[in-house]
């Protein structure tokens, strides 16, 4: 069993609608990464959390540490949110050795 | 800030033959990381400098791989000789502490071995 699992692996929505992507994980962590990667392959640091929860515009990234999940929260979808997002973990005896999920790929219809 | 400069973007060698990509990290950022992406196995960490050092080369594939950071602006990753399996996209990153902070990703080298 993987360490990082993301659901689902793949996901297509209509332009405006609310997308959640899911993050489990089985190790302990000193924080969750959420990476965003472009069709052109560049990787962009969403966030980086411990606990609780952050917002960056449409973009809302929270985690249950008891439960060991997290949940990244897209609002009003657009399809330049179309992209693969990576769920990646630091172990918390290792934090620089980020854990990466397999991604989940999201298309955005207009 | 430039962000996270890797050299070159794109790569086309035939097996056997040496492979040298470069990176500059973020100024004023003392951690630096290796990855390699395939389709098969996702994101790995190759390997991870802190102020220059390489404190964990777990990753690095066999002895054909190699990485040294001479100061702390340049990185290098090198293989020799390269082989068919080594065709990937290595990203170099990084971050102001280790995992403890946001890792910057550069816009990756995309190796094809002949």
Same mark, same amino acid.
């Given at each position: 069993k993987?360490e ?7 996901l297509?929505?209509?332009?405006g ?6 993050c489990?994980?089985s190790?302990?962590?000193?924080a969750?990464?959420?990476?965003q990667q472009h ?10 959390l ?11 990234a ?24 990576i769920?990646?973990?630091g172990?918390i ?6 854990i ?11 | ?15 056997g ?11 004023g950022?003392?951690s630096l ?20 050092v $390489?404190? #964990?080369?777990?990753?690095?594939p066999?002895?054909?791989? %190699? @990485?040294?950071?001479p100061n702390?602006s340049?990185s290098t ?6 082989? $068919?399996r #080594?065709?990937?996209v ?5 971050? %102001? @502490?280790g995992?403890r ?12 071995v002949?």
């Amino acid at each position: 069993k993987n360490e990082v699992e993301q659901s689902p692996q793949n996901l297509t929505a209509q332009e405006g609608e609310f997308i959640t992507i899911n993050c489990s994980y089985s190790v302990g962590i000193s924080a969750l990464h959420w990476l965003q990667q472009h069709p052109g392959g560049g990787i962009v640091s969403l966030f980086m959390l411990s606990s609780g929860k952050k917002k960056h515009g449409r973009l809302i990234a929270t985690i249950n540490i008891q439960e060991k999940h997290s949940s990244l929260h897209i609002t009003a979808s657009h399809p330049r949110d179309s992209a693969v997002y990576i769920c990646a973990v630091g172990r918390i005896d290792s934090s620089y050795k980020l854990i990466f999920g397999s991604g989940t790929r999201l298309l955005v219809r207009p | 800030d430039a962000g996270v400069i890797q050299s070159p973007r794109h790569e086309v060698t035939e097996m056997g033959q040496e492979v040298t990509l470069r990176c500059k990290p973020i100024s004023g950022h003392n951690s630096l990381f290796w990855y390699r992406q395939t389709m098969m196995r996702g994101l790995e960490l190759l390997i991870y400098f802190n102020n220059n050092v $390489p404190i #964990d080369d777990s990753g690095m594939p066999e002895d054909r791989f %190699s @990485a040294k950071m001479p100061n702390a602006s340049f990185s290098t990753l090198k293989i020799q000789p390269s082989e $068919p399996r #080594d065709s990937a996209v290595y990203f170099c990153a990084s971050s %102001s @502490a280790g995992g403890r902070e946001t890792q910057y990703f550069g816009p990756g080298t995309r190796l094809l071995v002949l």
